[in-house]
């Protein structure tokens, strides 16, 4: 089995851009139990569920534990009360792919304590695997194959670098 194959996302925030995410990622063969994702809203989760078959929780700890790639997909407003959530969840091994518009490198990984972190910005056309997402990493994280994927179920993906904080 291939390392995609078996590898566990967790989603914190199983929006619009998520769940394009999701559906990339079901349609490139990576099954549905592979998946954990968070909503605060019940009336989405049971949604997700229903048209993906993957397992929605309430709670974004809970969406991350275990997981190889935790992806960040909340709105801005919202990413320091999540931050403070899940930060204390992560363990050393996770990277951290985030999605948040404006939320910097530094920003992450010192609001999550977590130095393993890949921010990318897919635009609106990844909802249909047309677009395009421009990624960066930290100096902590090695953009593995395995990262570089999350991007490639949003359409085409380009790198640049972005300075990290040094721990």
């Known amino acids: 089995m291939s390392a995609r194959r078996s590898m566990r996302v967790g989603i914190v925030g199983a929006g619009v851009m998520a769940e394009a995410m999701i559906s990339g990622l079901l349609a490139d063969r990576l099954p549905p139990e592979q998946f954990v994702a968070s909503h605060p809203r019940r009336e989405r989760r049971e949604a997700l569920a229903a048209e993906h078959g993957i397992r929605m929780v309430a709670s974004n700890a809970e969406a991350v534990e275990g997981a190889q790639i935790v992806v960040l997909a909340v709105k801005p407003q919202m990413l320091a009360s999540v931050m403070r959530e899940v930060g204390p969840a992560l363990g050393g091994d996770q990277v951290v792919l ?12 010192h609001g999550l304590g977590h130095p393993a972190v890949v921010r990318a910005m897919p635009n609106t056309p990844a909802q249909i695997r047309r677009g395009i997402a421009v990624w960066s990493a930290s100096s902590a994280t090695e953009p593995t194959s395995i990262t570089r994927s999350q991007g490639s179920d949003v359409g085409r993906i380009t790198s640049r670098s972005e300075r990290a904080p040094r721990r």
């Open 98 to 109: 985030s999605v948040v518009a404006g939320a910097t490198l530094r920003t992450l990984s």
